[in-house]
């Protein structure tokens, strides 16, 4: 009988080191409670990268979160609502990038540059702070957003943050270029853009031919994939046609 006893008591043992050992190779997540960050009456901006994380066994893009202020948070997850969406999205850019730059653009005659699709957010964003082995992100909790508040762009990558910045400028209006609009053959940047996002919009990636008007009248071409769109941002669906005497 006391053999039988330790035995069970060993087997016990047993079990309880392999739980402990199968926990510690297990992917470990630690978070901290949520918090909202940006403005209630701002635009933050979701910037993907073509990183992902498996999270809560989701697959999830990652990235950086451009805040109304001009802050920026790196290492930010996507999850919940829209997250499937934004990969494909991201997946289709990076694929009309590689086919387009290094190419002409056959108006202005000036190279096409790479374009980056990044996800506005109207208000407060709420976030959570989680360490997955070792490495601490931040998990945008966007099935807990009005879905009405979330809208997709695309434009020239390092005009994403002067694009967030147009957003959050008073005054600032979206318009779309007619299609003879003299924009397209400036040999510059902005012309470029004007007539790729055109192009990109050809291709599945969402209409473009969209510009942001500033106050000052410096203008920011972009496109608009098809999803997400929300309706309270009024960048998604501009209602006049931009003219330069405007």
Same mark, same amino acid.
């Given at each position: 009988?006391?053999? &039988?006893? %330790? ?9 309880? +080191? ?7 190779? &297990?992917?470990? #997540? ?45 290492? +930010?997850? $996507? ?16 694929? &009309? ?17 790479? *374009? ?21 992100? %931040? ?11 979330? =809208? ?6 390092? $005009?994403?943050?002067?694009? +967030? ?8 209006? =979206?318009?779309? *270029? ?6 397209? #053959? $400036? ?24 510009? *942001? ?34």
């Amino acid at each position: 009988m006391s053999a &039988l006893k %330790y035995a069970i008591v060993g087997v016990v043992v047993v079990v309880v +080191v392999i739980a402990a050992a199968l926990t510690l190779l &297990l992917p470990t #997540q630690h978070k901290a409670p949520i918090q909202y960050v940006g403005s209630p009456s701002g635009y933050e901006a979701f910037v993907p990268s073509s990183q992902t994380v498996n999270y809560h066994g989701h697959t999830d893009p990652v990235g950086d979160l451009i805040l109304s202020n001009g802050a920026v948070i790196h290492d +930010v997850i $996507w999850n919940g609502q829209y997250a499937s969406t934004i990969i494909q999205n991201h997946n289709q850019i990076n694929q &009309l990038n590689n086919q387009f730059v290094g190419q002409t653009d056959p108006v202005n005659h000036q190279p096409y540059v790479p *374009l980056q699709d990044f996800y506005v957010i109207k208000g407060q964003v709420p976030i959570e702070q989680v360490t997955i082995n070792g490495q601490t992100y %931040y998990v945008i909790q966007a099935s807990s957003i009005n879905p009405a508040n979330i =809208a997709g762009f695309y434009t020239y990558y390092k $005009w994403v943050p002067n694009a +967030v910045v147009a957003m959050n400028t008073p005054g600032t209006y =979206a318009a779309g *270029l007619p299609g003879n609009s003299p924009v397209f #053959q $400036w040999a510059n940047t902005t012309g470029t853009v004007a007539y790729q996002t055109m192009i990109y919009g050809g291709y599945g990636a969402g209409p473009g031919g969209y510009v *942001l008007v500033l106050p000052n009248k410096t203008i920011i071409p972009y496109g608009i994939p098809f999803s997400p769109a929300g309706s309270a941002i009024p960048f998604d669906s501009p209602q006049q046609t931009y003219n330069l005497s405007s």
